[in-house]
Nanobody, 123 residues
Framework: VQLQASGGGLVQPGGSLRLSCVTSRRTFAQFAMGWFRQAPGKEREFVAS????????EYADSVTGRFTISRDNAKNTVFLQMNSLKPEDTAVYYC?????????????????WGQGTQVTVSS
């Protein structure tokens, strides 16, 4: 299984980016998906997750109200819309596929990982 994340880049504070992640897993629609991020010198942390139906989502407190996770099961793709970006959002963002259909916040709840896409928020 391969996950390909894209959409990262350099953006000014207050700006927006939309990340995408396409998976090769044929049973994509049966599993939860998540986004995590890792800043230099820090541990990888949970950002957002979404259940297999797309009806249940979870967010880290630091991004609630600014980020939105969604999925298109017909296209094997999960998205992360990031608005009102802050310098502290700067990190490598990783998408991941879960072991189950329901979203979780732990790294150990995810089986497959993408290669990451860099997001830099700076003026």
């Amino acid at each position: 299984v391969q996950l390909q994340a894209s959409g990262g880049g350099l953006v000014q504070p207050g700006g927006s980016l939309r990340l995408s992640c396409v998976t090769s897993r044929r049973t994509f629609a049966q599993f939860a998906m998540g986004w995590f991020r890792q800043a230099p010198g820090k541990e990888r942390e949970f950002v957002a997750s979404i259940a297999w139906t797309g009806q249940t989502t979870e967010y880290a407190d630091s991004v609630t109200g600014r980020f939105t996770i969604s999925r298109d099961n017909a296209k094997n793709t999960v998205f992360l819309q990031m608005n009102s970006l802050k310098p502290e959002d700067t990190a490598v963002y990783y998408c991941a596929e879960g072991y189950s259909a329901f979203p979780g916040r732990g790294l150990n709840e995810y089986e497959y990982w993408g290669q990451g896409t860099q997001v830099t928020v700076s003026s």
